[in-house]
Protein backbone atom coordinates (compact mmCIF):
# COMPACT_ATOMS: atom_id res chain seq x y z
CA UNK A 1 0.00 0.00 0.00
CA UNK A 2 1.28 3.47 -1.00
CA UNK A 3 0.90 6.50 0.63
CA UNK A 4 0.09 9.37 -1.64
CA UNK A 5 3.33 12.43 -1.19
CA UNK A 6 5.01 10.18 1.53
CA UNK A 7 7.44 8.65 -0.53
CA UNK A 8 10.56 11.08 -0.74
CA UNK A 9 11.48 10.22 -4.25
CA UNK A 10 7.62 11.42 -5.31
CA UNK A 11 7.20 14.29 -3.02
CA UNK A 12 8.50 16.96 -5.61
CA UNK A 13 6.49 15.43 -8.56
CA UNK A 14 3.69 14.66 -6.87
CA UNK A 15 3.65 18.72 -5.21
CA UNK A 16 3.73 19.50 -8.84
CA UNK A 17 0.91 17.47 -9.63
CA UNK A 18 -1.95 17.74 -6.98
CA UNK A 19 -1.71 21.65 -7.89
CA UNK A 20 -3.51 21.92 -10.87
CA UNK A 21 -3.79 23.94 -13.78
CA UNK A 22 -3.09 27.69 -12.98
CA UNK A 23 -5.52 29.84 -10.98
CA UNK A 24 -6.99 31.72 -13.97
CA UNK A 25 -7.67 28.26 -15.84
CA UNK A 26 -9.39 26.77 -12.63
CA UNK A 27 -12.43 27.19 -12.06
CA UNK A 28 -11.63 27.77 -8.41
CA UNK A 29 -11.74 31.28 -9.47
CA UNK A 30 -14.86 32.50 -9.03
CA UNK A 31 -14.72 36.02 -10.24
CA UNK A 32 -15.41 37.53 -13.47
CA UNK A 33 -12.65 37.97 -15.84
CA UNK A 34 -12.64 41.40 -17.68
CA UNK A 35 -13.94 40.04 -21.05
CA UNK A 36 -16.84 38.41 -19.03
CA UNK A 37 -17.59 41.65 -17.41
CA UNK A 38 -17.26 43.70 -21.31
CA UNK A 39 -19.19 40.87 -22.82
CA UNK A 40 -22.08 40.71 -20.29
CA UNK A 41 -21.98 44.53 -19.96
CA UNK A 42 -22.53 44.68 -23.70
CA UNK A 43 -25.04 42.25 -23.63
CA UNK A 44 -26.94 44.32 -21.26
CA UNK A 45 -26.83 47.89 -22.68
CA UNK A 46 -27.58 46.15 -26.31
CA UNK A 47 -31.07 44.76 -25.00
CA UNK A 48 -31.98 48.09 -22.65
CA UNK A 49 -31.78 50.12 -25.54
CA UNK A 50 -33.51 47.38 -28.09
CA UNK A 51 -36.22 47.80 -25.53
CA UNK A 52 -36.21 51.59 -25.04
CA UNK A 53 -36.56 52.33 -29.11
CA UNK A 54 -38.10 49.39 -30.20
CA UNK A 55 -39.84 47.63 -27.31
CA UNK A 56 -42.52 46.61 -30.18
CA UNK A 57 -39.99 43.83 -32.09
CA UNK A 58 -38.06 42.95 -28.82
CA UNK A 59 -39.75 40.01 -27.96
CA UNK A 60 -40.08 38.71 -31.59
CA UNK A 61 -36.53 39.46 -32.33
CA UNK A 62 -35.55 37.31 -29.47
CA UNK A 63 -37.27 34.57 -30.86
CA UNK A 64 -36.36 34.41 -33.61
CA UNK A 65 -32.23 34.52 -32.51
CA UNK A 66 -32.82 31.60 -30.12
CA UNK A 67 -34.85 29.94 -33.05
CA UNK A 68 -31.66 30.80 -35.64
CA UNK A 69 -29.43 29.06 -32.54
CA UNK A 70 -31.50 26.35 -31.95
CA UNK A 71 -31.67 25.65 -35.85
CA UNK A 72 -27.94 25.86 -36.05
CA UNK A 73 -27.73 22.90 -33.46
CA UNK A 74 -29.94 20.83 -35.09
CA UNK A 75 -28.17 21.18 -38.75
CA UNK A 76 -24.76 20.53 -36.40
CA UNK A 77 -26.02 17.33 -34.74
CA UNK A 78 -26.92 15.93 -38.38
CA UNK A 79 -23.39 16.94 -39.83
CA UNK A 80 -21.82 15.28 -36.82
CA UNK A 81 -24.02 11.72 -37.54
CA UNK A 82 -22.74 12.31 -41.45
CA UNK A 83 -19.00 12.71 -40.34
CA UNK A 84 -19.15 10.14 -38.00
CA UNK A 85 -19.69 7.43 -40.49
CA UNK A 86 -17.18 5.10 -41.66
CA UNK A 87 -14.82 2.33 -40.11
CA UNK A 88 -11.28 4.04 -38.51
CA UNK A 89 -8.01 2.54 -39.75
CA UNK A 90 -6.87 0.39 -37.30
CA UNK A 91 -2.86 1.13 -36.89
CA UNK A 92 -0.55 -1.61 -36.46
CA UNK A 93 0.96 -2.78 -33.04
CA UNK A 94 3.92 -0.98 -31.88
CA UNK A 95 7.74 -2.97 -31.59
CA UNK A 96 7.76 -2.52 -27.88
CA UNK A 97 4.27 -1.63 -26.16
CA UNK A 98 5.15 1.43 -23.67
CA UNK A 99 4.73 1.88 -19.79
CA UNK A 100 0.92 2.18 -19.23
CA UNK A 101 -0.53 3.31 -15.55
CA UNK A 102 -4.09 2.81 -14.63
CA UNK A 103 -6.20 5.23 -12.57
CA UNK A 104 -8.99 3.82 -10.63
CA UNK A 105 -10.58 6.29 -7.92
CA UNK A 106 -12.62 5.02 -5.90
CA UNK A 107 -14.77 6.76 -2.48
CA UNK A 108 -17.18 4.41 -0.60
CA UNK A 109 -17.25 1.80 -3.54
CA UNK A 110 -16.89 -1.49 -1.01
CA UNK A 111 -19.47 -3.10 -2.32
CA UNK A 112 -17.87 -2.97 -6.20
CA UNK A 113 -14.32 -2.63 -5.71
CA UNK A 114 -13.94 -6.60 -5.74
CA UNK A 115 -15.77 -6.11 -9.35
CA UNK A 116 -13.75 -3.41 -10.61
CA UNK A 117 -10.65 -5.79 -9.70
CA UNK A 118 -11.96 -8.35 -11.79
CA UNK A 119 -12.33 -6.30 -14.28
CA UNK A 120 -9.02 -4.76 -14.47
CA UNK A 121 -7.28 -8.07 -14.15
CA UNK A 122 -8.82 -9.39 -18.18
CA UNK A 123 -6.96 -6.66 -19.40
CA UNK A 124 -5.00 -7.80 -21.96
CA UNK A 125 -1.61 -5.94 -22.05
CA UNK A 126 2.09 -6.94 -21.07
CA UNK A 127 1.44 -7.37 -16.71
CA UNK A 128 5.73 -6.03 -17.11
CA UNK A 129 4.36 -2.52 -18.50
CA UNK A 130 1.30 -2.36 -16.33
CA UNK A 131 1.15 0.18 -13.25
CA UNK A 132 -2.31 -0.23 -11.87
CA UNK A 133 -3.46 2.14 -8.80
CA UNK A 134 -6.65 1.71 -6.38
CA UNK A 135 -6.72 5.54 -5.36
CA UNK A 136 -8.62 5.52 -1.89
CA UNK A 137 -9.46 8.05 0.46
CA UNK A 138 -7.79 7.68 3.40
CA UNK A 139 -10.87 7.91 5.98
CA UNK A 140 -12.53 5.37 3.35
CA UNK A 141 -11.82 2.86 5.57
CA UNK A 142 -14.75 0.47 4.40
CA UNK A 143 -13.17 0.32 0.68
CA UNK A 144 -9.78 0.20 1.77
CA UNK A 145 -10.33 -3.07 3.79
CA UNK A 146 -12.15 -4.94 0.99
CA UNK A 147 -9.59 -3.57 -1.52
CA UNK A 148 -7.01 -4.80 0.48
CA UNK A 149 -8.33 -7.97 0.91
CA UNK A 150 -9.21 -9.19 -2.18
CA UNK A 151 -6.67 -10.98 -4.48
CA UNK A 152 -5.07 -8.60 -7.35
CA UNK A 153 -2.81 -8.75 -9.93
CA UNK A 154 0.80 -7.74 -8.81
CA UNK A 155 0.56 -4.75 -11.15
CA UNK A 156 -2.32 -3.34 -9.02
CA UNK A 157 -1.58 -1.02 -6.31
CA UNK A 158 -3.68 0.96 -3.47
CA UNK A 159 -2.55 4.53 -3.19
CA UNK A 160 -4.04 6.09 0.22
CA UNK A 161 -5.18 10.02 -0.88
CA UNK A 162 -4.25 11.92 2.45
CA UNK A 163 -7.16 14.64 3.27
CA UNK A 164 -7.56 17.87 2.05
CA UNK A 165 -10.00 20.09 -0.10
CA UNK A 166 -11.62 19.77 -1.79
CA UNK A 167 -12.31 15.74 -1.48
CA UNK A 168 -13.16 15.06 -5.37
CA UNK A 169 -12.45 12.58 -8.11
CA UNK A 170 -9.87 14.86 -9.60
CA UNK A 171 -8.12 15.60 -6.54
CA UNK A 172 -7.41 12.04 -6.35
CA UNK A 173 -6.62 11.58 -9.79
CA UNK A 174 -3.92 14.51 -9.53
CA UNK A 175 -2.30 12.27 -6.30
CA UNK A 176 -1.90 9.17 -8.87
CA UNK A 177 -0.41 11.81 -11.82
CA UNK A 178 2.01 12.72 -9.43
CA UNK A 179 3.57 8.59 -8.62
CA UNK A 180 2.33 7.66 -12.31
CA UNK A 181 5.77 5.98 -13.82
CA UNK A 182 4.12 4.95 -17.70
CA UNK A 183 3.74 6.87 -20.73
CA UNK A 184 0.65 6.53 -20.91
CA UNK A 185 -2.33 6.52 -18.66
CA UNK A 186 -5.89 5.96 -18.17
CA UNK A 187 -8.93 6.27 -15.77
CA UNK A 188 -11.74 4.22 -14.90
CA UNK A 189 -14.39 4.28 -12.59
CA UNK A 190 -15.63 1.85 -10.31
CA UNK A 191 -18.25 0.24 -12.24
CA UNK A 192 -16.34 0.08 -15.29
CA UNK A 193 -15.76 -3.15 -17.59
CA UNK A 194 -13.52 -2.34 -20.34
CA UNK A 195 -12.59 -3.87 -23.42
CA UNK A 196 -9.48 -6.12 -22.24
CA UNK A 197 -7.91 -4.71 -25.54
CA UNK A 198 -8.46 -1.11 -25.36
CA UNK A 199 -4.84 -0.32 -23.71
CA UNK A 200 -3.42 -2.09 -26.82
CA UNK A 201 -5.77 -0.41 -29.23
CA UNK A 202 -4.92 3.49 -27.61
CA UNK A 203 -1.00 2.48 -27.04
CA UNK A 204 -1.39 1.98 -31.12
CA UNK A 205 -3.00 4.98 -32.07
CA UNK A 206 -0.60 7.01 -29.80
CA UNK A 207 2.83 5.24 -32.03
CA UNK A 208 1.78 5.74 -35.28
CA UNK A 209 0.67 9.74 -34.73
CA UNK A 210 2.61 11.32 -36.93
CA UNK A 211 2.26 14.97 -35.55
CA UNK A 212 3.36 13.89 -31.81
CA UNK A 213 0.48 16.38 -30.80
CA UNK A 214 -2.34 13.55 -30.06
CA UNK A 215 -2.76 13.52 -26.64
CA UNK A 216 -5.85 11.75 -25.21
CA UNK A 217 -8.03 9.25 -27.01
CA UNK A 218 -11.61 8.92 -25.63
CA UNK A 219 -12.96 5.35 -26.06
CA UNK A 220 -16.39 4.65 -26.22
CA UNK A 221 -19.12 4.44 -23.41
CA UNK A 222 -21.95 1.74 -23.21
CA UNK A 223 -24.73 1.56 -20.93
CA UNK A 224 -26.47 -1.76 -19.38
CA UNK A 225 -29.27 -0.46 -19.99
CA UNK A 226 -32.59 -2.49 -18.24
CA UNK A 227 -36.30 -1.78 -18.77
CA UNK A 228 -36.62 1.40 -16.54
CA UNK A 229 -37.43 4.07 -18.28
CA UNK A 230 -34.35 6.48 -16.89
CA UNK A 231 -32.38 3.44 -17.50
CA UNK A 232 -33.08 3.22 -21.06
CA UNK A 233 -32.96 6.79 -21.74
CA UNK A 234 -29.81 7.36 -20.40
CA UNK A 235 -28.32 4.85 -22.43
CA UNK A 236 -29.48 6.08 -25.82
CA UNK A 237 -28.44 10.00 -24.34
CA UNK A 238 -24.83 7.68 -24.25
CA UNK A 239 -24.72 6.11 -27.24
CA UNK A 240 -25.83 9.97 -29.34
CA UNK A 241 -22.96 11.41 -27.59
CA UNK A 242 -20.17 8.63 -27.70
CA UNK A 243 -21.42 6.90 -30.96
CA UNK A 244 -22.05 9.75 -33.20
CA UNK A 245 -21.22 13.27 -31.94
CA UNK A 246 -17.79 12.81 -30.63
CA UNK A 247 -16.94 10.44 -33.14
CA UNK A 248 -17.53 13.42 -35.93
CA UNK A 249 -15.84 15.86 -33.58
CA UNK A 250 -12.86 13.54 -33.65
CA UNK A 251 -12.76 13.41 -37.19
CA UNK A 252 -13.51 17.23 -37.78
CA UNK A 253 -10.48 17.63 -36.04
CA UNK A 254 -12.13 19.53 -33.13
CA UNK A 255 -11.62 19.40 -29.04
CA UNK A 256 -14.59 17.97 -27.17
CA UNK A 257 -15.41 16.79 -23.80
CA UNK A 258 -14.19 14.12 -22.29
CA UNK A 259 -16.02 11.61 -20.44
CA UNK A 260 -15.28 10.89 -17.46
CA UNK A 261 -13.69 7.51 -17.47
CA UNK A 262 -12.23 5.37 -20.07
CA UNK A 263 -9.96 8.70 -21.49
CA UNK A 264 -6.18 7.62 -22.55
CA UNK A 265 -3.68 10.52 -22.23
CA UNK A 266 -0.08 10.92 -22.90
CA UNK A 267 1.32 11.29 -19.23
CA UNK A 268 3.93 14.45 -20.41
CA UNK A 269 0.79 16.38 -21.94
CA UNK A 270 -1.49 15.55 -18.92
CA UNK A 271 1.45 16.88 -16.85
CA UNK A 272 1.94 19.74 -19.02
CA UNK A 273 -0.94 21.27 -18.55
CA UNK A 274 -1.49 20.58 -15.07
CA UNK A 275 -3.12 17.88 -14.87
CA UNK A 276 -7.09 17.96 -13.81
CA UNK A 277 -8.82 20.55 -11.99
CA UNK A 278 -9.46 19.70 -8.71
CA UNK A 279 -12.41 22.11 -8.38
CA UNK A 280 -14.10 21.21 -11.65
CA UNK A 281 -16.85 19.04 -10.61
CA UNK A 282 -16.71 17.73 -14.25
CA UNK A 283 -13.07 17.58 -14.46
CA UNK A 284 -13.47 15.77 -17.59
CA UNK A 285 -14.91 18.01 -19.72
CA UNK A 286 -12.89 21.13 -18.92
CA UNK A 287 -9.59 18.87 -19.94
CA UNK A 288 -10.66 18.06 -22.86
CA UNK A 289 -10.71 21.96 -23.75
CA UNK A 290 -7.92 22.84 -21.50
CA UNK A 291 -5.34 20.40 -23.89
CA UNK A 292 -6.73 22.31 -26.82
CA UNK A 293 -5.48 25.76 -26.10
CA UNK A 294 -2.46 24.61 -24.65
CA UNK A 295 -1.83 22.76 -28.67
CA UNK A 296 -3.02 19.42 -28.14
CA UNK A 297 -5.50 17.21 -29.90
CA UNK A 298 -7.99 14.46 -29.08
CA UNK A 299 -8.81 11.53 -30.61
CA UNK A 300 -11.76 8.65 -30.33
CA UNK A 301 -11.09 4.84 -30.17
CA UNK A 302 -13.20 1.83 -30.90
CA UNK A 303 -12.88 -0.75 -28.59
CA UNK A 304 -15.30 0.21 -25.32
CA UNK A 305 -16.16 0.49 -21.77
CA UNK A 306 -19.45 -0.70 -20.68
CA UNK A 307 -21.31 1.23 -17.47
CA UNK A 308 -23.96 0.61 -15.30
CA UNK A 309 -26.59 3.68 -15.22
CA UNK A 310 -27.17 5.38 -12.07
CA UNK A 311 -30.72 4.31 -11.71
CA UNK A 312 -33.35 5.80 -9.96
CA UNK A 313 -34.46 9.37 -9.63
CA UNK A 314 -33.06 9.49 -6.75
CA UNK A 315 -29.34 8.18 -8.29
CA UNK A 316 -29.99 10.31 -11.66
CA UNK A 317 -30.66 13.54 -10.58
CA UNK A 318 -27.78 14.64 -8.31
CA UNK A 319 -25.16 13.13 -10.84
CA UNK A 320 -27.04 14.64 -13.74
CA UNK A 321 -27.44 18.06 -11.52
CA UNK A 322 -23.26 17.83 -10.68
CA UNK A 323 -22.66 17.62 -15.03
CA UNK A 324 -24.68 20.35 -15.62
CA UNK A 325 -23.09 22.49 -12.68
CA UNK A 326 -19.34 21.28 -14.02
CA UNK A 327 -20.59 22.69 -17.72
CA UNK A 328 -21.43 25.91 -16.12
CA UNK A 329 -18.38 25.53 -14.61
CA UNK A 330 -16.40 24.84 -17.74
CA UNK A 331 -18.29 27.29 -20.02
CA UNK A 332 -17.57 29.96 -17.42
CA UNK A 333 -13.63 28.99 -17.45
CA UNK A 334 -13.02 29.32 -20.96
CA UNK A 335 -14.65 31.97 -21.79
CA UNK A 336 -12.50 33.93 -19.54
CA UNK A 337 -10.43 34.00 -22.56
CA UNK A 338 -12.17 32.13 -25.39
CA UNK A 339 -9.41 33.53 -27.95
CA UNK A 340 -7.01 30.73 -26.63
CA UNK A 341 -9.48 28.31 -27.99
CA UNK A 342 -9.29 29.81 -31.64
CA UNK A 343 -12.33 30.28 -33.49
CA UNK A 344 -12.44 26.20 -33.98
CA UNK A 345 -12.19 25.46 -30.41
CA UNK A 346 -14.89 28.19 -29.41
CA UNK A 347 -16.82 27.28 -31.84
CA UNK A 348 -16.79 23.58 -30.52
CA UNK A 349 -17.15 24.65 -26.94
CA UNK A 350 -20.55 26.60 -27.81
CA UNK A 351 -22.17 23.49 -29.53
CA UNK A 352 -21.05 21.05 -27.11
CA UNK A 353 -21.06 22.99 -23.54
CA UNK A 354 -22.93 25.95 -24.46
CA UNK A 355 -25.55 23.84 -26.52
CA UNK A 356 -26.40 21.28 -23.45
CA UNK A 357 -26.58 23.94 -20.95
CA UNK A 358 -29.02 25.74 -23.85
CA UNK A 359 -31.24 22.39 -24.18
CA UNK A 360 -31.39 21.43 -20.83
CA UNK A 361 -32.53 25.05 -19.72
CA UNK A 362 -35.24 25.65 -22.46
CA UNK A 363 -36.50 21.96 -22.58
CA UNK A 364 -38.98 21.86 -19.56
CA UNK A 365 -40.04 25.48 -21.13
CA UNK A 366 -40.86 24.60 -24.79
CA UNK A 367 -42.63 21.62 -23.26
CA UNK A 368 -45.18 23.77 -21.32
CA UNK A 369 -45.46 26.00 -24.03
CA UNK A 370 -46.43 23.10 -26.69
CA UNK A 371 -49.00 21.60 -23.87
CA UNK A 372 -50.45 24.61 -22.67
CA UNK A 373 -50.82 26.02 -26.37
CA UNK A 374 -52.50 22.52 -27.33
CA UNK A 375 -54.23 22.50 -24.23
CA UNK A 376 -55.77 25.89 -24.38
CA UNK A 377 -57.09 25.17 -27.94
CA UNK A 378 -58.64 22.24 -27.13
CA UNK A 379 -60.57 23.98 -24.49
CA UNK A 380 -61.33 26.65 -26.67
CA UNK A 381 -62.25 24.26 -29.70
CA UNK A 382 -59.86 26.13 -31.96
CA UNK A 383 -56.41 25.26 -33.66
CA UNK A 384 -53.26 25.96 -31.62
CA UNK A 385 -51.96 29.41 -32.53
CA UNK A 386 -48.05 29.22 -32.65
CA UNK A 387 -45.15 31.26 -34.22
CA UNK A 388 -44.82 28.58 -37.07
CA UNK A 389 -40.77 29.48 -36.83
CA UNK A 390 -40.36 28.26 -33.34
CA UNK A 391 -42.48 25.01 -33.67
CA UNK A 392 -40.98 24.18 -36.69
CA UNK A 393 -37.48 24.65 -35.18
CA UNK A 394 -38.60 22.61 -32.05
CA UNK A 395 -40.13 19.82 -33.80
CA UNK A 396 -36.62 19.78 -36.36
CA UNK A 397 -34.59 19.98 -32.62
CA UNK A 398 -36.61 16.57 -31.42
CA UNK A 399 -36.15 15.00 -34.62
CA UNK A 400 -32.36 15.32 -35.23
CA UNK A 401 -32.28 13.94 -31.47
CA UNK A 402 -34.29 11.17 -32.15
CA UNK A 403 -32.05 10.22 -35.12
CA UNK A 404 -28.87 10.75 -33.39
CA UNK A 405 -30.38 8.51 -30.53
CA UNK A 406 -31.66 5.57 -32.93
CA UNK A 407 -28.35 5.49 -34.50
CA UNK A 408 -25.99 5.57 -31.85
CA UNK A 409 -27.80 2.92 -30.20
CA UNK A 410 -28.21 1.30 -33.42
CA UNK A 411 -23.75 1.46 -33.43
CA UNK A 412 -23.80 0.89 -29.23
CA UNK A 413 -25.99 -2.18 -29.68
CA UNK A 414 -28.53 -0.85 -27.28
CA UNK A 415 -31.90 -0.60 -27.44
CA UNK A 416 -33.85 2.41 -28.71
CA UNK A 417 -37.77 1.82 -30.17
CA UNK A 418 -40.61 4.06 -30.38
CA UNK A 419 -41.84 3.46 -27.36
CA UNK A 420 -38.16 5.25 -26.18
CA UNK A 421 -38.65 7.95 -28.58
CA UNK A 422 -42.27 8.46 -27.66
CA UNK A 423 -41.03 9.13 -23.90
CA UNK A 424 -37.92 11.04 -24.87
CA UNK A 425 -39.85 14.44 -24.07
CA UNK A 426 -40.60 13.64 -20.61
CA UNK A 427 -36.91 12.82 -20.06
CA UNK A 428 -35.83 15.91 -21.66
CA UNK A 429 -38.15 18.03 -19.36
CA UNK A 430 -36.51 16.15 -16.27
CA UNK A 431 -32.86 17.74 -17.34
CA UNK A 432 -34.47 21.49 -17.14
CA UNK A 433 -34.84 20.09 -13.35
CA UNK A 434 -31.70 19.37 -12.80
CA UNK A 435 -30.73 22.20 -14.67
CA UNK A 436 -32.18 24.41 -12.28
CA UNK A 437 -30.90 22.93 -9.31
CA UNK A 438 -27.25 22.67 -10.89
CA UNK A 439 -27.88 26.89 -11.16
CA UNK A 440 -28.91 27.06 -7.37
CA UNK A 441 -26.11 25.11 -6.16
CA UNK A 442 -23.57 26.63 -8.13
CA UNK A 443 -24.22 29.78 -6.33
CA UNK A 444 -24.31 27.50 -3.10
CA UNK A 445 -22.16 24.89 -3.20
CA UNK A 446 -19.77 25.03 -6.29
CA UNK A 447 -17.28 22.61 -5.34
CA UNK A 448 -19.77 19.66 -3.28
CA UNK A 449 -18.92 16.53 -5.75
CA UNK A 450 -22.18 14.27 -5.54
CA UNK A 451 -21.57 10.95 -5.56
CA UNK A 452 -23.23 8.77 -7.48
CA UNK A 453 -24.03 5.51 -5.89
CA UNK A 454 -22.14 2.11 -8.21
CA UNK A 455 -23.84 -1.02 -8.23
CA UNK A 456 -22.78 -4.63 -8.54
CA UNK A 457 -23.47 -6.24 -12.34
CA UNK A 458 -26.95 -8.18 -12.19
CA UNK A 459 -27.83 -11.01 -13.80
CA UNK A 460 -29.00 -9.08 -16.83
CA UNK A 461 -25.73 -8.35 -18.08
CA UNK A 462 -25.40 -12.13 -18.55
CA UNK A 463 -28.81 -12.60 -20.24
CA UNK A 464 -28.23 -10.05 -22.57
CA UNK A 465 -25.20 -10.96 -24.05
CA UNK A 466 -26.96 -14.53 -24.86
CA UNK A 467 -30.32 -12.48 -26.24
CA UNK A 468 -27.98 -9.88 -28.57
CA UNK A 469 -25.01 -12.00 -29.80
CA UNK A 470 -27.43 -12.25 -33.01
CA UNK A 471 -27.85 -8.68 -33.16
CA UNK A 472 -24.10 -7.94 -32.44
CA UNK A 473 -23.08 -10.20 -35.46
CA UNK A 474 -24.82 -7.85 -37.70
CA UNK A 475 -23.69 -4.62 -36.92
CA UNK A 476 -20.46 -6.21 -36.96
CA UNK A 477 -21.44 -7.02 -40.65
CA UNK A 478 -22.15 -3.62 -41.40
CA UNK A 479 -18.70 -1.91 -39.84
CA UNK A 480 -17.81 -0.13 -42.82
CA UNK A 481 -20.68 2.02 -42.30
CA UNK A 482 -19.98 2.35 -38.54
CA UNK A 483 -17.73 4.11 -36.18
CA UNK A 484 -16.53 0.97 -34.64
CA UNK A 485 -14.94 -1.84 -36.47
CA UNK A 486 -15.29 -5.08 -35.79
CA UNK A 487 -14.63 -6.14 -31.95
CA UNK A 488 -16.00 -2.61 -31.06
CA UNK A 489 -19.68 -4.13 -30.88
CA UNK A 490 -18.93 -7.17 -29.32
CA UNK A 491 -21.09 -7.90 -26.76
CA UNK A 492 -20.66 -6.26 -23.48
CA UNK A 493 -18.70 -8.83 -21.06
CA UNK A 494 -20.64 -10.69 -18.11
CA UNK A 495 -19.90 -9.96 -14.88
Same mark, same amino acid.
Given at each position: ?16 A??? /?????? =? @? +???? #?????? *? !??? $? ?27 L ?15 R ?9 ? /?????? =? @? +???? #?????? *? !??? $? ?17 A ?12 V ?15 Q ?7 S??A ?17 ? $? ?10 A ?9 Q ?7 G ?7 F ?132 L ?29 G????W ?42 E ?42 A ?7
Open positions: MIRAGKSDRTDRRYAARSG /PPLEES =A @A +LRAF #APFQIL *L !IMA $LTSALCLAFWFWPGHLGATLIAIAATAFGMAVWRVVLLLVSTGPLQPEEPPNW /PQYTIL =A @A +LHDE #ADVVCQ *L !IEH $LSRIDYPPDKLQGLLLLEHDQATIAVAHAARPPWLKLLLIPPGSPTKPRALNGLVATGELLTVYDAEDAPDP $LQLREAAARFADPTGRLACLAPLRIRARLFLERQAAEYASLFETALPGMARLGLPFPLGGTSNHFRVDALRAVGGWDAWNVTEDADLGFRLWAHGWRLGMISRPTWETPPGSLAHWLPQRTRWLKGYLQTLGVHSRRPWRLGWRGALSLAMTVGSGLASAAIHGLSAWVAAAVLVATIAGLPPETPALALSVLTLAATTLACAIGARRAGVSYGPVDMIAAPAYWGLLSIAFVHAAWRLVVPFTWDKTPHRRDGPLAGARTAATAETHAALDGTAPLRLSAGHAAPEPDP
